[in-house]
Structure formats: structure tokens, C-alpha cells
């Protein structure tokens, strides 16, 4: 899956989805004080930057121990894509990725799936790199993600207040409808490379 910064940036600003995260992260970082929430954005924003590029340079070492291969994690990818997409577009009680436990977040929820869920660990684990040139777009574009991460989550509370519940939800919806494409066209591409191999 070679591709370009723009598409790069756009499909990992779509899997990881920090616009729809905004009320998970405002509802998360409700009991924490104030003064705290801001280190705390950070720092679970810089651990799923981490597990994200360390899946983009280790993923095909962990996949090949685990026998598996790049098709099957292209379908299955597509389909964990696919269920979250629905999700965004069909709001569930349980929100995008289900129910949360309370307390001061620390790695799960936020970090872990809400960011570095299994679509954007499937996602990056896709990117091939055939020079030098196309690894520095991935790790670039996967480093603009961390940017518009950190501030959307920053001024989460302000950004919630701004636009308000519906402007926020009808935005939702709009990156799941985007992100059904994109998911029903990875599985395509699965598909095309599985009939290749019979």
C-alpha cells in the first residue's frame, strides 16, 4: 500500500478518527483535574504515536512469526475498519469502541484502542516502503497525525463547547461514511491479491 503523504495522512486521520474521540477523551479526563489533563493528552498521545511506528517498522516480523500474511491482515483489517465505520455511522450506546472504565486514564483507554486501535495498527502494518523517500512519507505523515491529535485533544473542552453535541456527532458520521469507502476498497484490494495467489 504505497502511497502518498496526502493519502497517508488522510487514511491514518481517518482510522485513528480524533474528532470523534473528542467526547471519549472530554468524558475520560472528567474526573482528572484540570491541571493534569494537558500532560496526560500528551503523554497518550505520544504512546500511540510510538505503537504505531514501531507496528510500521516491526509489523511484518511479528506477522511473519505469527504465519500470518500481508493478504490476511489486509481483509482483516478491513472488516475491523469496516465494523468501526458502521459504528461512527450508526451511533451505539457504547460509543465507537464500547464501554470505557473510569478513573485516570493511563494507556487504555485513550492511547489503546481509541487511537492505536487494531484499524490503525492493520492500517500501518499495510504500508510497504520500496526506498528510503517512501519511509520518510509514512513517518512524516504518521508525525502530522500526532500534530492534529495533539490539538484536537489540547482544546477538547473548547472544541466541545464550540461546536456543540450535533456539529460534533454529524462530523462523526461524515469520517465513518469516508472511512466505509476506504474499508470496503482495502477489502476489495485483499480480495484481488488473494485470487492472484490461487
Do not use: Y
Amino acid at each position: 500500500m504505497t502511497q502518498s503523504f496526502f493519502q497517508t495522512f488522510i487514511l491514518l486521520l481517518l482510522v485513528t478518527d480524533p474528532f470523534g474521540n473528542v467526547p471519549l477523551f472530554v468524558s475520560a479526563l472528567n474526573p482528572v483535574a484540570p491541571a493534569r489533563r494537558s500532560r496526560i493528552v500528551v503523554r497518550e498521545c505520544a504512546i500511540a504515536f510510538l505503537l504505531l511506528l514501531l507496528f510500521m517498522f516491526f509489523g511484518r516480523h511479528f506477522l511473519a512469526a505469527l504465519n500470518l500474511t500481508e493478504v490476511s491482515l489486509r481483509i482483516g483489517g478491513s472488516v475491523i475498519l469496516l465494523l468501526i465505520a458502521i459504528r461512527m455511522v450508526f451511533p451505539h450506546p457504547d460509543g465507537v469502541l464500547g464501554r470505557t472504565e473510569g478513573g485516570e486514564p493511563f494507556i487504555v483507554p485513550l492511547a489503546i484502542p481509541a487511537l492505536a486501535g487494531p484499524s490503525a495498527l492493520a492500517t500501518v502494518l499495510l504500508f510497504t516502503a520500496n526506498s528510503t523517500e517512501e519511509v520518510a512519507i509514512h513517518v512524516a505523515a504518521l508525525g502530522a497525525v500526532l500534530v492534529v491529535w495533539l490539538a484536537v485533544f489540547l482544546s477538547a473542552d473548547r472544541l466541545q463547547r464550540l461546536l456543540g453535541t450535533q456539529v460534533m456527532t454529524a462530523f462523526e458520521r461524515l469520517m465513518g461514511l469516508i472511512l466505509t469507502a476506504m474499508s470496503v476498497e482495502m477489502l476489495l484490494g485483499g480480495v484481488r491479491a488473494f485470487v492472484k495467489t490461487l
